[in-house]
């Protein structure tokens, strides 16, 4: 009886790691809305103050949403990426876009971490669920064409050159 425990136990613990560490894919993942359709609208808080509308940033370049929270840790391991992203990239647009979080507990997280780029309030969840966001970080990138060109949990300096080539 115990080890037929330990077995499902086990096997339980298996399935959740590998549900909890998706690929990263061009076309489309468990955690994102499909590759190549027309982006979502959408108008959210700034941090900074006053609303900011999705396509008001598109059309000139890339934007990329970094869907996140601040209390999840993979999440902040990926802000020195953004960060260079946002620092060595003038084509992409970096947008951190902050789920169920209050405006004070972001607020002293990206003085924190010292945030260099847009930051956004999905004070709801309704943006996150518009875009099929299933963990976190879940990066979104949208080209020029307002069409998304990749969702994963993370992205590679090299899958940004290719969105920037293709226009």
């Known amino acids: ?9 086990a096997l339980v613990v298996l399935l959740v ?14 955690s994102g809305a499909p590759h190549r359709e027309k982006a979502p609208d959408f108008t959210l808080a700034g941090l900074k103050g006053g609303d900011v509308k999705l396509s008001s940033l598109t059309g000139e370049g890339v934007v990329l949403l970094d869907f996140t929270t601040t209390w999840c840790p993979h999440c902040v391991t990926i802000i020195p990426a953004l960060k260079e992203i946002h620092a060595n990239y ?15 507990n972001v607020e002293k997280f990206a003085k924190k971490h010292d945030l ?16 099929k966001v299933r963990g976190v970080p879940t990066v979104v990138a949208i080209g020029k064409d307002g069409l998304i060109r990749f969702t994963g949990h993370h992205i590679s300096k090299e899958e940004i050159d290719r969105i920037l080539k293709e226009g």
């Open 1 to 9: 009886m115990r080890r037929s425990i330990v077995f499902t136990l």
């Open 17 to 30: 790691a590998s549900l909890g560490c998706e690929g990263q894919s061009a076309e489309v993942t468990r």
């Open 90 to 104: 003038k084509d992409v647009k970096v947008v951190a876009v902050y789920i169920n979080e209050s405006k004070a």
């Open 116 to 131: 260099p780029y847009l930051v956004l309030l999905d004070s709801g969840g309704s943006v996150a669920t518009q875009y």
